[in-house]
């Protein structure tokens, strides 16, 4: 494993978001939902792809809390610009569980 200065980690901005609307990506390679996370009035809401299915519904995800990085550059995912990378971590079967805060935290705040 390669380490990296405190420096370097401080430039990445891991901020909550509170999952506003959540629905099937059709077009997607490989399954996945689109979400829109609100990440407060400081950064608005932005669009993610993000590849949840096996452990989620869009139903579910619905105003629930996330960690993703807001200041990756925009990228095309198929038809959709996916705006921030939600997180997540694969468990032993490979499907992705959600990184989430354990308590309510205000909207932006970032990652320490």
């Known amino acids: ?4 200065s ?4 401080s430039k990445v901005e891991l ?3 509170r999952i506003t609307q959540a629905e099937v990506f059709e077009k997607a390679r490989r399954p996945a939902y689109v979400l829109q ?17 096996e ?3 869009p139903a579910t995800l619905v105003g629930r809390l996330v ?19 939600v997180t997540g971590f694969h468990d032993e079967d490979g499907a992705v569980a959600l990184c989430v805060p354990d308590q309510d935290v205000p909207l932006g705040t970032r990652l320490m």
């Open 1 to 4: 494993m390669s380490t990296l």
């Open 6 to 9: 405190w420096e370097e980690f």
């Open 15 to 17: 901020r909550v978001g």
């Open 37 to 53: 996370v609100d990440f407060g009035p400081e950064i608005g809401v932005r669009k993610s792809s993000a590849q949840i299915t």
């Open 55 to 57: 452990l989620y519904d």
């Open 67 to 85: 960690v993703a990085v807001t200041n990756f550059p925009p990228k095309q995912i198929g038809p959709i610009m996916s705006e921030c990378l």
